[in-house]
Nanobody, 124 residues
Framework: HVQLVESGGGSVQAGGSQKLSCQVSGSTARRLCMGWFRQIPGKEREAVARIDINDRPQYAGSLEGRVAIFRDNAKNTLYLQMSSLTPEDTAKYYC???????????????????WGQGTQVTVS
């Protein structure tokens, strides 16, 4: 059973950076398609980035160009490095995992059966 636990959220000033982590247990991270989504209350969950089993990243949404997704296989951990943050980036960020990335296709949340509990990022 895959379990994902996010960390690294918190408060950050506009223009600053934040690095989120997602610890994977119950499976090997490098064998999973893994991604980050975010959600603002009252809005739909938005795709941010994903990384496939070959460590190829794909970015989506308004964070594209300001974010990097990468994986430390030795630590079985996924990361999201964000920079030049604005108050509009305030959201709860979720780590997600699934068996396949469906290369070339948009990131749909229903393709990810495993989810973390989320970590809040507040930019002010």
């Amino acid at each position: 059973h895959v379990q994902l636990v996010e960390s690294g959220g918190g408060s950050v000033q506009a223009g600053g950076s934040q690095k989120l982590s997602c610890q994977v247990s119950g499976s090997t991270a490098r064998r999973l398609c893994m991604g980050w989504f975010r959600q603002i209350p009252g809005k739909e969950r938005e795709a941010v980035a994903r990384i496939d089993i070959n460590d190829r990243p794909q970015y989506a949404g308004s964070l594209e160009g300001r974010v990097a997704i990468f994986r430390d296989n030795a630590k079985n951990t996924l990361y999201l490095q964000m920079s030049s943050l604005t108050p509009e980036d305030t959201a709860k960020y979720y780590c997600a995992a699934g068996p396949e990335c469906f290369s070339g296709a948009p990131m749909f949340s229903y393709n990810y059966p495993y989810w973390g509990q989320g970590t809040q990022v507040t930019v002010s």
